[in-house]
């Protein structure tokens, strides 16, 4: 089944993504720098949301992608990201060292190596069902495609994968508010690249 959503819904759990992902990238390398090259058009090719420039110097290139739904435990590998211009999914093009794919409502980030999950993706493929979803910017339509892949198939089989709890926000609740479903992609998933 396809899905239709807003850029509006899906900018603003992507804006959500992007924030957690800047947290544990400094909290985790206290130190480091992050930029922001979402709109940087030297980026936007390549599949990188954020460079993390790390004490070392070393930089590394993240791909963001933010998911709403609260129950599946599963990824959406973007393997056609406009299929009426034929153009590829930032899963298959990106450039990004890493992967960081944000459960905004089941308050969990995971941290992929994209190299390694891509390798290990691509000669399974055909075991993964594909999704469509529809996306509406003013009067333009387009259709993104993705493979549907289980949180634990990744983790069994992509060496580095790792689960990290979002922080708390001065409340009990352990993770994000819900977005109301009017504005959904396949799986719940956004991306910012």
């Known amino acids: 089944m396809a899905r239709s959503f807003s850029m509006r819904g899906v900018q ?17 390398e206290p130190g ?52 009426e211009k034929d ?13 960081v794919y944000v459960f905004l409502s089941q308050g969990e980030l ?6 390694a999950a891509r390798e290990w993706f691509l000669p399974r493929a055909k075991e993964y069902p594909l999704k469509h979803a529809f996306t509406q910017t003013g009067a333009i339509r387009y259709t993104t495609v ?18 990290v709890p979002l922080k708390r926000r001065g409340g009990a609740k352990d993770v994000e508010e819900e977005v109301p479903p009017t504005s959904e992609s396949p799986q719940g998933q956004e991306s910012n690249g």
């Open 12 to 28: 603003s759990a992507a804006d959500r993504a992007v924030q957690h992902a800047r947290a544990w990238m400094l909290e985790t």
């Open 32 to 83: 480091s720098r992050v930029h922001d090259v979402q709109l940087d058009p030297r980026f936007q090719h390549r599949g990188v949301d954020l460079l993390w420039e790390l004490p070392s110097g070393e930089v590394r290139g993240i791909e963001v992608k933010g998911d709403r739904n609260a129950t599946r435990r599963r990824y959406f590998f973007e393997l056609v990201s406009n299929l």
């Open 87 to 99: 153009t590829p999914g930032c899963f298959l093009y990106s450039g990004a060292d890493l992967l």
């Open 110 to 115: 995971h941290v992929v190596p994209m190299k």
């Open 146 to 163: 993705g493979a549907v892949v289980s949180v634990r198939d990744v983790a069994e089989g992509v060496p580095g994968v790792l689960r």
